[in-house]
Structures are given as structure tokens and as C-alpha cells.
């Protein structure tokens, strides 16, 4: 058994340590325990997981759910394209709200706005409900802060997550086409679907958006506990309280909220299907500005000191922090293979790519295996820890995820899961460009010099 992390060594990542003691690894059940205690969320017993890497699979997958949804279909992205897909995608959404489906869609407004008017107000005259999250005028000193989340959830039952967002560069065949962003969804259904529903609900709030029934969750507006059950009287009317007594009961109301959402974050009660040590299980990690985000930054050091096998990663935008590049750097150090899958110059980003530039030497001279994606522009964001352990969602390693952006990740305890990923892993390293320390050398002094601005300026990009 490991011991409990105190407050203080959450806060400071020291849940890396707390891993390495732990005898088994990342196999271990006080490994699981380890990140309870972190991140104090539940972990969900599930079917086994659907892993989802190709595009057109995803979204033909993802549209058949909307159109099986009987009772509510949940859509949050950061963008949502007026093209082919983005189309296809409306019309599903528009076919279930005319069965009587709520039909709800939260899309950023920054992420989005090259959407033009004429989509949303096509789902809106047929029923859907829109929001967009974080309009510049809604929050003008916010705006740095955007919604990076990618989720689907239909009837609280079926969920779907990752790092995909509704285009058509995300929605073809990579093996069809050679212009496609090569990313990763994953399905999951059971009670991780309606703690997914309440990751929805939040920044569904926080957009202005109709109250939600049936859910529990920590309002983002103002950290208090939300739930529709509140002050309902019998006949099914929202009640008013009334004076004094009503004011005093939701500020007593508003502080134990914000004291819970320091202390624990975001969670949901109602979790019927709590995972055994040793079943298949889910737990989510949906970090925002203001919660969890240290959680989430303890998460992944714990992962990275629970490895003892391999530890592979495949990231878009690689920019971590100095403690977290440290860690990882162990890892390796002490005989884990530890593999990069990153971006070549296809990349969207190419300053984040100096960025990361500027960590290759130290990442090769510690044994870290470095690749570069050329097939398509990379934008999977996934983690793969000793064919056991599966982290699949849209965090990015960079400051803007870490501490600027509304995110959803699963972490998934399943061998099977892990298995599928990391084929997925060795056939994208198989069209990738492995990086060596020779090679590395022979790049020009203005390279370097990119490199090195990047990696100094990696908390600004």
C-alpha cells in the first residue's frame, strides 16, 4: 500500500515519488489509489473501450450515436467547421431534435468564429440549443481562456472523447488522403458517460446555457454545487426561497462550494458502477482554469514515475514544464523506453515545434527515443504506459493546456485499450522520421537559435 500524498505534494508534483514507490507500477492497485487520492474523481467500471484513430471511422461512428440518441445528445468542441463534415454532423443533430431529442451544442467562440452565422442559425431555427463559450464581450479579460474540450455524450450512456475537432481535415480517411490531421477519439459508454454529461455541464454554464436536467456538477460561474433538484416543490415548479433566510442559505451554499471545488474539483455522486482493483476502469481528468489543474499536472508526474516499461507519447505541441521534462528524463535514465511521436515540419504550429527542438538534445542524451510524424500533420494527443494504461483526450504538454485551456482526457486502466494504442503508435512511428543525436548536430545555427528562443519563451506560446 502506498502511502497517502499530502495537500502539499500534490500541489507540487511530488505524486511522481509517491508513484515510484509503488511496487508494480502502473499495474499496481495502489497505483489506482494514488490517483484517487489526486484527483479525488471515481473510477468507472466499462465495457472495453472502442478505440477510434481514424477520422471517417470516428465521425461515421460518432453520427450513428446521434441518431440512435432517444432522450439528449451533448456536443462540445472547440471548433466546429461550416464544411462537408461540420455539415453532416448539423444534419444529425438537427434529425434528432426532430424527434423530440434536447439537442444541446457548445462550440468556443474563438475556435469557431471563422463559422459563419448561417450554420448556427440553421440548428437553432430546427431546435438545437447553442452556445458559445467565452464571447469576447461576454468575458473581455478572459479571453486568453478558451474551451479545448472534445466531447460527445448521448443519453448519459454513450461518450465519446479526444482530440479531434469537427473539420474536414479531422473527418477523412488518412488512409485515403495524405492532407489530413492524424488524431485519436476513444468510445467508452457506462456511468463515465454521465460524469462526461456533467464535464458538459460546466461550460455549459459557464456559456449561459439552459439548466440541464437530471445532473450534478460544480457551476463554473460561481463554484457552487448546481443540481436541478434544488428548490423544486412538489408540482415540479422551481421555488423561490424567500428573504433573508433564502440569501444566507445560498451564500453558506456558495462557500462550501468554492471550499470543495479548492479542495476536490468538480464530482459527481450518482456513480453506480464504481470499478474493483482489478477491473477495467476509466477515470476523468478535465481540467480548467481555476480546478484541477495541478491535479492534472500530479496525474501525469505519477504516471511518468509509475512507468517501468515502456512509456510511449504522442503529442502535438510538446512545450512541459522544467519538473515534468525531469521526470521524464528519469524515466528513461533508469531503462524505460521512452518513445516521442511528434510533429514534423507539417506542423500547424512551428513555434511550439522549436519549442520542443529545444529539448531534443538533453531528451536523446538521456535515451529518449524521438520521432517526427510526416504522413499527415499531427494532432493526436495519447500516452501509452507499459501495455496497461491508456491517456487519450485533448491535453496538449504545453502552458496553454496546462493553465489557459478547459480540457477532457480519460485515463483508461484497460490491457486491451493499451494494446490497440500502442499498434496505433508503432504504425505511425513506422511512417515517421526517427530523430538521432548525429543528425541532431548537423542542424544549422539558425535553427538553433529558434530553438532556444522557443524552449525560453515555451510559457508564452
Not at 421555488?239 to 462550501?256: N, S, T
Amino acid at each position: 500500500m502506498v502511502d497517502a500524498p499530502s495537500p502539499r505534494e500534490v500541489r507540487t508534483y511530488r505524486a511522481w515519488g509517491a508513484a515510484r514507490r509503488v511496487t508494480d507500477g502502473v499495474r499496481d492497485p495502489a497505483f489506482r489509489e494514488l490517483l484517487q487520492l489526486i484527483d479525488g474523481g471515481p473510477m468507472h467500471q466499462c465495457p472495453p473501450p472502442v478505440l477510434l484513430p481514424d477520422g471517417a471511422q470516428a465521425f461515421r461512428t460518432m453520427i450513428e450515436a446521434i441518431d440512435a440518441a432517444l432522450e439528449e445528445v451533448l456536443l462540445e468542441t472547440y471548433i466546429l467547421r461550416d464544411d462537408t463534415l461540420g455539415e453532416s454532423v448539423q444534419q444529425a443533430l438537427v434529425r434528432a431534435a426532430a424527434r423530440g431529442v434536447r439537442t444541446y451544442v457548445l462550440a468556443d467562440a474563438v475556435g469557431s468564429m471563422g463559422t459563419r452565422d448561417r450554420f448556427w442559425d440553421a440548428l437553432t431555427e430546427q431546435g438545437v440549443v447553442v452556445r458559445h463559450f467565452h464571447r469576447v464581450w461576454h468575458h473581455p479579460f478572459e479571453a486568453l481562456r478558451r474551451d479545448h474540450r472534445k466531447l460527445l455524450v448521448c443519453d448519459r450512456r454513450v461518450s465519446f472523447t479526444g482530440g479531434m475537432n469537427i473539420g474536414e481535415e479531422y473527418g477523412s480517411s488518412i488512409l485515403a488522403r495524405h492532407d489530413v490531421w492524424r488524431d485519436t477519439f476513444v468510445q467508452i459508454e457506462g456511468s463515465v458517460a454521465r460524469e462526461l454529461a456533467a464535464v458538459f455541464a460546466e461550460g455549459w454554464d459557464r456559456a449561459r446555457g439552459p439548466t440541464l436536467p437530471g445532473l450534478e456538477y460544480v457551476s463554473w460561474s460561481d463554484a457552487s454545487d448546481t443540481s436541478p433538484q434544488q428548490n423544486v416543490s412538489a408540482s415540479g415548479t422551481r421555488a423561490l426561497q424567500p428573504g433573508l433566510q433564502g440569501a444566507v442559505q445560498r451564500q453558506v451554499q456558495r462557500q462550501l462550494g468554492r471550499q470543495r471545488d479548492r479542495r476536490r474539483g468538480r464530482r459527481v455522486r450518482r456513480v453506480i458502477d464504481v470499478a474493483a482493483p482489478d477491473d477495467r476502469a476509466v477515470l476523468v481528468l478535465d481540467p480548467r482554469p481555476g480546478r484541477g489543474q495541478r491535479e492534472m499536472l500530479s496525474v501525469l508526474s505519477a504516471l511518468l514515475g509509475g512507468a517501468r516499461e515502456r512509456l510511449w507519447i504522442t503529442t502535438p505541441y510538446f512545450a512541459p514544464p522544467t519538473r515534468a521534462l525531469s521526470f521524464l528524463l528519469t524515466a528513461a535514465r533508469r531503462g524505460v523506453d521512452v518513445r516521442l511521436l511528434l510533429p514534423s515540419e507539417r506542423t500547424d504550429m512551428a513555434l511550439i515545434r522549436h519549442a520542443a527542438h529545444g529539448t531534443y538534445r538533453t531528451l536523446l542524451e538521456s535515451g529518449v527515443r524521438i520521432f517526427e510524424y510526416e504522413r499527415a500533420t499531427l494532432h493526436a494527443k495519447t500516452m501509452v504506459i507499459d501495455g496497461h494504461v491508456s491517456l487519450i483526450g485533448s491535453s496538449n504538454l504545453d502552458f496553454r493546456s496546462f493553465w489557459l485551456n478547459a480540457e477532457c482526457n480519460v485515463l483508461v486502466f484497460d490491457s486491451a485499450c493499451a494494446s490497440a494504442l500502442e499498434r496505433c503508435f508503432q504504425a505511425d512511428i513506422a511512417d515517421s522520421r526517427e530523430i538521432t543525436m548525429d543528425a541532431w548536430r548537423q542542424r544549422t545555427w539558425l535553427h538553433r537559435v529558434f530553438d532556444r528562443t522557443a524552449r525560453a519563451l515555451r510559457w508564452a506560446l
